[in-house]
């Protein structure tokens, strides 16, 4: 099975703070995608990248930046954290160029105070 | 602009009974949908997937039905069991790599 591992699943910081979620997939997969999940919004596409060092914007960058330095791991980064960004994030990795489907991580939620 | 929806927010199944949910697409031009699972405190985990050339597809105790005619995708679910209480996800692809997900249905079994 694949799994895919989010460092933390609980997470405190401070506004201002520059915060790192590191995620990590275990079979091989070409594909990883960075996701918040927020009540009634669904799941929404922050960024995704498709190969070592590429990154793809989603739906919602604004506020974040990735970093894919080996095919295993991405990293969502927070440049700056505001109140705003307080939410359950999501990775997800898929393999092939169809990209689907993909297999999610358990999320780290993340509150910023 | 395009959007996944789900027309009821809540469902109420008995225990045994056979679930139906329902997801309405607009994109005529998706190619690829699927169907998520999610448990309270975890992360989303795959039930099925359907192409858009296909009109049913089956899986063990579910069913995806796509009628592109009226952009309807449904998730069946037989004999539904207490451990299928979850927000089931539905999401469409209409271009590479990225899915867009509806808001979820959260589905309750009463005993």
């Known amino acids: 099975d694949v799994k895919v591992t989010q460092s933390s699943r609980y997470l405190v910081k401070r506004t201002g703070e520059k915060v790192f979620l590191e995620c990590v997939q275990d079979m091989d997969h070409e594909n990883m995608f960075w996701y918040r999940q927020d009540p009634g919004l669904g799941l929404r596409l922050i960024y995704f990248?498709?190969?070592?060092?590429?990154?793809e914007k989603g739906d919602i960058p604004e506020g974040y930046s990735v970093s894919r330095e080996k095919k295993e791991r991405f990293s969502l980064i927070l440049e700056s954290a505001s109140t705003n960004q307080t939410s359950m994030y999501l990775c997800a990795s898929s393999q092939g160029q169809g990209g689907q489907p993909q297999h999610f991580g358990d999320g780290t939620r993340l509150s910023i105070l | 602009g395009e959007s996944v929806g789900l027309h009821l927010p809540t469902l109420s199944v008995q225990e045994g009974d056979n679930s139906i949910i329902n997801c309405a697409y607009s994109n005529s031009a998706s190619d690829y949908f699927i169907w998520y699972k999610q448990e309270s405190g975890k992360g989303p985990q795959f039930i099925i997937d359907i192409r858009s050339n296909m009109d049913k597809r089956q899986g063990q105790r579910v069913t995806v039905l796509l009628n592109k005619t009226v952009k309807h995708l449904s998730l069946q679910i037989a004999a539904t069991q207490p451990g299928d209480s979850a927000v089931y996800f539905c999401a469409e692809r209409h271009s590479w790599g990225k899915l867009q997900f509806g808001a979820g249905t959260q589905v309750v079994v009463t005993p």
């Open positions: 990248s498709y190969d070592v060092k590429m990154k």
